[in-house]
């Protein structure tokens, strides 16, 4: 049986696009049921129209509080049935709400090597620290931000004549091969996390 994916996004939506790719494949064992977003006039909603799977956008200005913001996100995504949430370039922290339903099978892919450089700038800040080697995180949700037990990572090298832009992109190739991997795997072998958070993919 396919996992039921619902997946989030803020931006290009390229992570988003190698899982719709890859879930074309009967084997890969889980589908994107919907895509949910924090803001309009992004490709990654287009990319999700183009694959015709439903949307939903939610932003944090048309709620109240960001609680409601978040009770709403939370609720959308459960009208899917999800079996995993994948956060994929989605740029919002989700909150209590979200992680009281959650938790456990949401999912994150940040570009660096957690514990290091978590936050809005990973490359930038791997960058001027000027390590040799970066690399992305796949990790489950937790409260904090980008702290969650780590699923999968993956090394990529800095070059000397390296900018963000240019770092990120080698970083996103990696980052979009461990997510399809990472996810695909969970789906299809199922996870467990233990009470020191080492988290292992397969029985
Ligand atoms: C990824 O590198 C993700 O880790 C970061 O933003 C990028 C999103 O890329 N937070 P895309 O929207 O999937 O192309």
């Excluded at 931006?11 to 977003?37: C, E, F, H, I, S």
Aim: hydrophobic content about 45%; overall charge negative.
């Amino acid at each position: 049986m396919n996992a039921r994916l619902v997946v989030l996004v803020s931006g290009a939506g390229t992570n988003l696009q190698a899982l719709l790719d890859a879930a074309r494949n009967p084997g890969y064992g889980a589908t994107v049921v919907a895509v949910g977003a924090d803001r309009d006039g992004i490709a990654a909603l287009d990319r999700a129209r183009d694959a015709g799977i439903p949307t939903f956008t939610l932003k944090v200005r048309d709620f109240e509080t960001r609680g409601a913001w978040d009770d709403a996100l939370a609720a959308a995504c459960a009208a899917h049935q999800p079996d995993l949430i994948v956060c994929a370039g989605f740029m919002k922290l989700v909150g209590k709400g979200f992680l009281a339903r959650f938790t456990g099978r949401c999912l994150n892919t940040h570009p660096a090597l957690l514990p290091s450089f978590p936050g809005m700038h990973g490359v930038r800040d791997a960058l001027s620290y000027g390590v040799k080697i970066t690399g992305c995180t796949v990790f489950l949700v937790d409260e904090g931000v980008d702290a969650g037990p780590v699923l999968a990572q993956a090394a990529v090298a800095v070059a000397d004549d390296d900018d963000e832009a240019t770092l990120h992109e080698r970083i996103k190739v990696a980052e979009r091969a461990l997510l399809v991997d990472t996810v695909g795997r969970m789906a299809r072998e199922g996870w467990s996390v233990s009470d020191d958070r080492k988290v292992t993919i397969g029985r």
